[in-house]
């Protein structure tokens, strides 16, 4: 998958020589093609799902400590169907290790708390995670292209009814790898991207590998296409707002597709 990625977005290296005017018909070229591989990945076979409408808030944070390490936080807050209530709340610290300028190692852990509903009666289950990632990023026209993969350890909580409560009665394990990309296309076009308005453009699938059977039973558990627009305030922070499409394979033939408002911010120090 890494190397279709790269043949897509090899870099053009004459293109730095042409005038203004053709450089923006570039821009917009790349985004069109990037656009388009993102929206149809979420688009698979939506005729035969049971549609969503939630809202996700987001705040991705890395904070530099030496030269080497970093640490990682993002914190998200998400509603069910129709924003009625909170469906998760995760947090999900990180420590970063850079191998070179564009390559970084990550191990973290993840709680999160997610709503659930048996026979009618609604609460909130935990979830564990431990997780491990490699980011690789490289050069596409005037901007980069990051690939993000991650292999999950999840400890999750099934439920059971108590004096008409939702209890946590035990956990399963399952593992989970996420393959993930994500381009950040300045608007005014600018090689060296400080403040302004960009585009951003990414898409992930999830893959469940291990003890399938404690989660959905199959492989592949979910993919999220995302495409939105954002502000660049200072080199160290960004707000963005955009549509994810979320289509979810669960158990037997359940599929759902959810269309997600997302609002996030991005944090570098």
Not at 20 to 48: E, R, S, W
Not at 230 to 243: H, L, M, N, P, Q
């Given at each position: ?68 390490f970093s640490f990682y936080s993002d914190v998200q807050v998400r509603s069910n169907d129709q924003w009625q209530h909170m469906q998760s709340l995760l947090l999900r610290p990180g420590l970063n290790y850079n191998i070179a300028k ?168």
């Open positions: 998958m890494f190397c279709i990625c790269r043949n897509l977005f090899l870099p053009v290296t004459h293109m730095l020589t042409l005038s203004m005017a053709i450089i923006t018909q570039k821009l917009k070229m790349h985004l069109k093609i990037i656009l388009f591989l993102v929206l149809a990945a979420g688009m698979v076979m939506n005729g035969m799902a049971q549609s969503q409408f939630s809202g996700w808030l987001a705040a991705f944070n890395t904070i530099k400590l030496n030269n080497n564009n390559k970084m190692l990550t191990a973290g852990y993840g709680y999160i708390s997610n709503r659930r509903t048996v026979s009618e009666v609604s609460g909130y289950m935990p979830e564990h995670r431990i997780w491990e990632q490699f980011i690789v990023s490289h050069p596409v026209a005037f901007t980069s292209l990051l690939h993000r993969f991650r292999v999950e350890q999840r400890f999750i909580g099934t439920p059971v009814i108590e004096n008409n409560d939702l209890k946590r009665d035990n956990y399963v394990y399952a593992n989970r790898f996420r393959y993930f990309f994500r381009t950040i296309v300045p608007l005014s076009g600018e090689k060296k991207f400080e403040k302004g308005m960009f585009a951003s453009l990414q898409n992930e699938v999830f893959l469940n590998f291990g003890n399938k059977r404690n989660v959905n039973g199959k492989t592949f558990d979910q993919n999220r296409a995302y495409a939105s627009v954002g502000y660049r305030v200072s080199k160290t922070f960004d707000i963005e707002t955009g549509y994810m499409n979320q289509y979810v394979s669960g158990k037997n033939d359940a599929i759902t597709n959810n269309h997600i408002l997302q609002l996030a911010t991005y944090l570098r120090l």
